[in-house]
């Protein structure tokens, strides 16, 4: 038992003794004449969902300071009174000096940190190029003038990015962040004849899979989402290359492979895409890390059960006239029917009525109904809204059974409104639509 003890004592200290106590020295200028806040606060941004708040109490001449352990490098936001400040925070610079204005986001000034100077220069001509980029590949110009242009534009940031990590070798921004951005090489990068393809194919070939600190800075984030938002107006097959990369990727670390894994879901669904939605979650179901995930594993299964083609949950609810009625009901007396989660106080849910009107009213004499459930127990605003907006499709407020899992669940409902489109046999034609594109999934539905 003793040694058991001492053995847990030794991992203790080497965890506290591996973290680098680190303090910030703080000076709230307040040359408006506001009133101080009582307290600053330290937030950690990380992608991993390990986020840490620290604080520190303000003394009457604006000054503070903030004690903080730090194991490894990181973003965070400095709040101070109503405005929080980006820092990055070091390991290896145990002590930093800020010092900003109060009430002005752009006067803030760091001393004593490279770390922060070097992000600084990369955060400034990364804004540029970047838009400058974005607005080259979607400016509708003929491919012979964008390509001459793109790479001009890569090669003039690549060459930024390499004098930061010229500058600053021994930064996070320097070793990771700027090298994470250059996907190749300037050499490599003339010989190129079609710059936004190559863009296109090699855009995530510098990221290190292994290193999961990369979660601790939004550039990851905004470097592969940026890809994954790149690809989602392209072809089924391009998307299926995309993932059969992933796949092949070797030494991932499993805080990165969640962090993917859970965005390409999440966006995948958010743009209404079920093809690719379907196709990744058969794939990540079948790949065993995912075990490794669970809440991830059953999300993605619940979601597996309402995508097209499956057949119709029930939903049962009482009507204004306090009858109950149910959503197999109305799928077997019309051609299409779409089931609408909605709420009252849902801003979005009350501004696509009037559009969702005006689609009943045209199809409703071709077979297309509407069966829309409320999910809030506003009885009296639910009431006075079909009456104000003259909903003439099924209005009904949900009906739960206790110890059941209720249709919202059911139907993986993470906001309102949601639509559900069935077929006549009740087979779910779509769970992600749009009230945008439901005229044009209804015309293909009804071949008109």
């Keep these: 038992m003793k040694k058991v003890f001492v053995f847990i004592l030794g991992l203790l200290l080497l965890n506290a003794f591996s973290a680098q106590a680190l303090t910030i020295y703080g000076e709230i200028l307040n040359n408006n004449n506001l009133p101080l806040p009582a307290r600053v606060y330290l937030k950690s941004v990380s992608l991993s969902g390990n ?82 980029i974005m607005a080259t590949v979607h400016s509708g110009l003929p491919a012979d003038t964008i390509h001459p242009r793109l790479k001009q534009l890569y090669g003039q940031y690549f060459d930024q990015l390499l004098q930061v990590r010229g500058f600053y070798p021994n930064t996070f921004t320097g070793s990771v962040i700027c090298k994470m951005k250059q996907f190749a090489s300037a050499d490599v990068l003339s010989k190129q004849n079609n710059t936004l393809q190559f863009a296109r194919e090699h855009y995530l070939d510098s990221i290190d899979w292994s290193n999961p600190v990369q979660l601790e800075e939004l550039s990851f984030d905004e470097t592969f989402m940026a890809y994954v938002s790149s690809i989602s107006d392209t072809s089924f097959a391009s998307f299926q290359k995309f993932e059969a990369y992933l796949t092949s990727l070797n030494n991932v670390n499993l805080e990165l492979y969640k962090y993917y894994r859970r965005q390409i879901f999440n966006f995948y669904m958010l743009v209404h895409q079920e093809q690719k939605l379907e196709y990744l ?18 999300q993605m299964n619940e979601v ?76 009296a605003e639910w009431k006075k809204i079909i009456s104000d907006n003259r909903l003439a499709w099924t209005n009904v407020i949900l009906q739960r059974e206790p110890n059941k899992k209720d249709a919202p669940s059911s139907y993986f409902v993470i906001y309102t409104p949601t639509l559900v489109l069935f077929n006549n046999e009740g087979k779910i034609l779509r769970r992600f639509i749009g009230v945008n594109e439901l005229e044009r999934e209804l015309q293909k539905q009804l071949k008109l």
Aim: aromatic share 12%; proline share 4%.
């Design 51 to 132: 986020n840490t708040l620290d604080s520190a109490d303000v003394n009457v001449f604006g000054a503070y300071t903030l004690n903080k352990n730090v194991n490894q490098y990181g973003q965070y936001y400095l709040f101070v009174g109503k405005i929080n400040y980006t820092i990055m925070l070091s390991p290896n610079e145990p002590s930093i000096k800020i010092t900003n204005e109060l009430g002005d986001k752009q006067k803030i000034w760091i001393e004593n940190s490279a770390e922060n100077d070097a992000y600084k220069i990369y955060k400034e001509f990364k804004s540029y190029y970047e838009a400058q």
């Design 304 to 379: 597996k059960r309402v995508l097209p083609g499956n057949p119709y949950i029930e939903v049962m609810g009482l009507d204004v006239n306090n009858t109950l009625l149910s959503l197999s009901e109305n799928i077997k007396k019309n051609k299409l029917s779409l089931l609408v989660f909605w709420e009252p106080s849902c801003k979005h849910c009350r501004e696509s009525m009037p559009e969702l009107s005006r689609i009943y009213s045209t199809y409703k004499k071709k077979g297309f109904s509407i069966f829309a459930a409320n999910l809030s127990d506003e009885e």
């Design 281 to 298: 979650i058969r794939q990540t179901l079948a790949d065993s890390r995912i075990k490794e995930v669970p809440v991830l594993e059953t």
